[in-house]
């Protein structure tokens, strides 16, 4: 009736699970019992849950990225305590119990932290600066983000109902074959990362055709802003890449479920199989995900310099070299397979010559601010620490990109500090540089600089101070992923390893402080004007936070930097263009469909995980039968009358005038 | 636009012709941008471009899982583990008449296209059940295969190679199956919803599956079972 599912599975003789499920449990209760009190249930559901509005995805999208952020970092945390106390000794997480923290901690924070919040910023940004009203595919938009979350929940339900997997956050057979690990952890990986992964490979289908077939009038190639080309290479490399791991998790399931020999190691099957199949999806994955961070800072930095990009077309040209070459050096994450001196040479030099492209980035943003009138907000220190942090992490990234040299430091500490030193310092960096330069575009106020800078500082530090030291234990020979530490000469890297934790959660909490502070001020920090930081994109022309249709008129684009050029103009000419005839406008209705795919799609996970078939089998059913129903309603699109589209624009035009109105008050006085 | 003496094929022919963007025959070179394209800077494409664009996009990525299924095959071709090889296990007459019925069905989806481009409901039904008919002929077809192998005791649980040899085939029969189920469900919409806008999409992205299967097809029949009977 439950296939493997019974009492057993509850962690009730494991104190450490079992308080994190009561703990998490009860707040999420608490959760649902205030909106049901408050009576939130129906906004939740009319404006976010069945939303097809790509900003309210992009912000859902953030909002879950942020939370598995903090459920990775207390990953890390533990982690990190426990190596210090287990040295000489057993530390207080038991071995089995170790390994799936760390598990857990790498999948959680690639796939359902980083990946999301990537994805919130793509999927919010795209349309408002190519100046269209939404993403190619709305709907689809829904269903992709909330496959996402299906698979975030599965990760978790791990953690109350039975365990995850201790196989690393890549599930290596043939230790992830039944015959090594017989139990339901490696099943939740799979269930939950191929969920997700489907889910991702919708919304990359999605902002492919937004961007190459939905640009406003005037939007040509050449003149999109540089976040666009990454987010187009993104998730050009999304949709080249995901569906290896599609396969390779696929085959690694038919083996565990059925039984057959993909990656076992008997009946021919072939391990390194799955190791090649896999880092052809991951190594781009990294990319997936640091170009649109790079994106970001490409943004920042014209803005908080005052100036345009430097080498605007070498900075589409690199992305796109970084793009192509990321397929091609996979195999540099195990040189030491015994591939031969050929084969390693090969993706030796292609993973060194990715550092050309990333170079010439590095020195267009340094050429950006070269001559610039650079203003040091929040945003703009988040990028500096980023430049001088990636640095660091490319160079130890071009010595691991040497086979000989990759031979003593492969799977050491100094690995584990090389790939958080580009993970964090670029991704991690690039996602709070952009939230605190689009949070007033987003929410309509800004946040509070003072925390900001505290936060952003903290990390800094904490970063530097929690990884050099793991540098060192690397070349000194100790391994990643020890749960017991023999060598006592390790103890201070440790030690101050875990120092640098320390800060590092001051700064988590310096961050939740400023979104406390700036929501309790908001009505000090108000950003009536649309354009807080002196923008020069696309969705900074429009009010904040955005009308739900972006653009009144679909703007008329005639040069790079659109807005910048609407901008000069209503200075030089002191007044606004002349209102636009406005026309009503379409725009898709809410659907249910993505909640209700997800959440059967979940029950047929959790079925999976569990072997209960009939389960399975029913919710695949239930899947088909609302995508039957959704298909065949017939209202696809509701009309935004032209006089309720004026109202909304006279507005912002208002708020415009008046601002032109301050700046020539302010140059008269002056 | 319509012209009910054409045949539907012949129908299909002229409205290429008439076709302003002349899609898919545009040729190279510099030509100025067709408005309603998505092209260079005149403003978003129109929504049946929209549509048939992001689903190529998609099927790429579905040509990528078959891709990695392709290759596993090429490595465990080999490895038999002391099993049949895959030239003991082919049967090339069925797999002749499996070529022949999904080739058929292909046509008949393309005819059933130029059908529902003139809008002639009775032929688009018609031409899309025969398609049907030869795309679940051929999934019988390649049950009976599986089954007769199972029987001899020829399962994927035996080698490496009959693992990557039923991952890549059943892959493909499964994706024919839910393009079967696919079938069914537009054949009901056409049906009750008639010719519309988003009808007409969804009638071309099934067209686009259809045949990409079929490509697919090609390369398992030449990959696996060509190769196999090969001296």
Request: glycine share 10%; hydrophobic share 50%; proline share 5%.
């Amino acid at each position: 009736m439950f296939g493997k599912l019974d009492w057993s599975a509850i962690p009730l003789s494991q104190p450490i699970p079992l308080i994190t499920s009561i703990v998490v449990l009860g707040s999420m209760l608490g959760v649902l019992v205030l909106v049901t009190v408050k009576g939130w249930w129906p906004y939740l559901w009319r404006e976010w849950i069945t939303s097809v509005d790509h900003k309210r995805i992009g912000v859902m999208y953030g909002l879950l990225g942020m939370l598995m952020l903090i459920r990775g970092f207390a990953d890390a945390i533990m982690m990190r305590t426990h190596q210090a106390m287990a040295i000489g000794g057993g530390g207080y997480l038991p071995p089995e119990h170790y390994n799936q923290i760390f598990s857990a901690h790498g999948t959680i924070m690639i796939l359902f932290g980083a990946m999301p919040l990537v994805l919130a910023f793509m999927n919010y940004l795209v349309p408002l600066q190519l100046g269209v009203r939404d993403v190619a595919f709305p709907t689809f938009n829904s269903v992709g983000f909330w496959l996402t979350a299906s698979g975030a929940l599965l990760v978790n339900v791990s953690l109350f109902i039975g365990e995850f997997a201790r196989t690393g956050w890549l599930p290596y057979p043939p230790l992830s074959e039944t015959t090594y690990s017989p139990g339901v952890g490696v099943d939740y990986y799979l269930w939950a990362v191929q969920i997700s992964g489907v889910g991702t490979l919708i919304t990359g289908v999605n902002i492919v055709t937004t961007i190459l077939k939905m640009r406003c009038p005037g939007m040509s190639y050449l003149r999109m802003p540089i976040f666009c080309w990454t987010a187009l290479a993104s998730c050009l490399l999304i949709v080249a890449a995901f569906p290896i791991l599609t396969a390779t998790l696929a085959m690694l399931t038919l083996d565990r479920y059925l039984d057959w020999h993909y990656f076992t190691n008997t009946a021919g099957g072939n391990p390194m199989m799955f190791v090649n199949l896999v880092w052809a999806w991951g190594h781009p994955e990294v990319y997936i995900l640091v170009l649109p961070a790079f994106g970001i800072f490409s943004e920042i930095f014209p803005t908080f310099s005052g100036k345009p990009l430097f080498g605007y077309r070498s900075m589409v040209a690199a992305t796109l070299f970084i793009c192509i070459v990321s397929m091609l050096v996979w195999l540099h994450h195990f040189f030491t397979m015994g591939a031969g001196a050929a084969v390693n040479t090969f993706f030796g030099i292609s993973s060194s010559i990715i550092a050309v492209g990333t170079g010439v980035k590095i020195y267009n943003w340094i050429f950006t601010m070269y001559g610039g009138r650079v203003r040091f907000e929040v945003p703009m220190l988040w990028s500096m620490g980023f430049i001088f942090t990636f640095i660091i992490g490319g160079l130890t990234g071009v010595l691991l990109a040497i086979p000989p040299a990759d031979f003593l430091t492969h799977n050491s500490m100094f690995l584990v500090a090389h790939f958080h030193n580009v993970i964090v310092g670029a991704v991690v960096f690039g996602v709070f540089a952009g939230l605190e330069f689009w949070f007033p575009k987003v929410f309509g106020f800004r946040l509070h600089a003072g925390w900001g800078k505290a936060a952003f500082w903290l990390a800094f530090v904490g970063f530097w101070v929690t990884f050099t030291p793991l540098y060192v234990l690397g070349l000194q020979g100790m391994t990643r992923r020890l749960q017991h530490v023999n060598v006592p000469d390790w103890a201070p890297g440790l030690y101050i390893s875990v120092i640098g934790v320390a800060i590092i959660a001051l700064g988590v909490i310096a961050q939740i402080a400023q979104l406390v502070v700036s929501i309790r001020d908001r009505d000090k920090l108000r950003d009536v004007t649309g354009d807080p930081w002196d923008g020069r994109s696309l969705e900074w022309a429009t009010a904040s936070p955005p009308p739900f249709f972006n653009f009144a008129v679909m703007p008329n684009v005639e040069g790079e930097e659109a807005y910048w050029g609407i901008k000069r103009r209503a200075l030089e000419t002191q007044q606004l263009d002349p209102e636009p005839h406005y026309a009503p406008i379409e725009m898709p209705i809410n659907s249910a469909v993505g909640i209700y795919t997800a959440f059967f799609t979940s029950v047929f996970g959790f079925a999976m995980i569990w072997h209960i078939w009939w389960v399975a089998i029913a919710s695949l059913v239930a899947a088909f039968a609302g995508f039957v129903v959704f298909a065949w309603r017939d209202v696809h699109e509701h009309e935004v009358p032209a006089e309720e589209v004026a109202r909304i624009d006279r507005a912002r035009r208002a708020t415009r005038s008046a601002l032109l109105a301050r700046l020539q008050h302010e140059e008269a006085a002056s | 636009m319509t012209n009910p003496d054409f045949p539907a094929s012949l129908e299909a022919f002229r409205r290429r012709e008439e076709d302003p963007h002349k899609l898919g025959h545009r040729g190279h070179g510099s030509r100025p941008p067709s408005p309603g394209a998505g092209h260079g800077d005149t403003g978003p494409a129109r929504k049946r471009i929209i549509v048939g664009y992001g689903f190529w996009i998609f099927l790429l990525s579905d040509i990528i899982l078959f891709a990695c299924f392709f290759a596993t095959f090429a490595v465990l071709r080999g490895a038999t583990a002391g099993g049949p090889a895959i030239s003991q296990i082919v049967d090339t007459n069925r797999v002749a008449w499996e070529t022949a019925c999904l080739l058929l069905s292909s046509y008949t989806c393309g005819l059933s296209f130029a059908a529902t481009n003139a809008k002639n409901k009775l032929w688009t039904q018609i031409l899309l059940l025969l398609t049907g008919l030869l795309g679940l002929a051929f999934v019988v077809l390649e049950l009976q295969e599986f089954i007769d192998l199972a029987q001899r005791g020829i399962t994927p649980q035996r080698s490496a190679m009959l693992t990557a040899f039923f991952g890549l085939v059943g892959l493909h029969g499964v994706h024919v199956t839910i393009g079967g189920l696919w079938l069914a469900t537009m054949m009901a919409q056409v049906q009750f919803k008639g010719f519309r806008h988003e009808m007409m999409h969804r009638l071309m992205c099934f067209n686009l599956y259809w045949h990409a299967l079929d490509i697919v097809w090609i390369g398992i029949f030449t990959i696996v079972y060509l190769l196999a009977v090969s001296p």
